[in-house]
């Protein structure tokens, strides 16, 4: 393991512990592919060029020519990884955290949508764990 992908991993860490403390918002896969074009396109070019999107292809290009790859590129990646990772994890999450307010608030509702929506207009739900998994899974 070289020592710019220990330096990768470590930063990945550390920015995922203080997303934890801060709880920045998560990003949509749309921004996230912006975010990463528009930082790692030469990097992209330079390394990866014929890869296609998808199943992690592009990332894994990036890590494995982390010693080589801009560290602009390195920040954005682990900032754009943890993200949608967050954003992953709350969608996953969201029906366990939220059960109580569903079953307080909407529990006549039907439907993911129906449910989300009338969640949404709860003013108690925007706050604490079940807001912040809507906000995080970038429902809201």
């Excluded at 070289?2 to 920015?15: E, N």
Aim: aromatic content about 4%; charged content about 20%; some cysteine.
């Amino acid at each position: 393991m070289s020592m710019r992908t220990r330096l990768l991993g470590g930063a990945l860490v550390a920015f995922l512990a203080l997303t934890g403390a801060a709880r920045a918002d998560t990003i949509s896969f749309a921004d996230a592919v912006s975010t990463l074009a528009s930082d790692c396109g030469s990097d992209i070019k330079k390394f990866c060029k014929g890869l296609n999107l998808g199943n992690g292809r592009i990332q894994n290009c990036l890590v494995e020519h982390a010693a080589k790859v801009s560290p602009t590129c390195t920040a954005t990646l682990v900032g754009v990884t943890a993200s949608i990772e967050q954003r992953l994890a709350a969608q996953q999450s969201f029906t366990t955290i939220c059960k109580h307010y569903v079953a307080q608030y909407c529990g006549d509702v039907k439907g993911e949508g129906n449910i989300l929506a009338c969640l949404n207009k709860a003013t108690r739900v925007k706050e604490g764990q079940c807001g912040q998994a809507i906000t995080d899974a970038g429902w809201r």
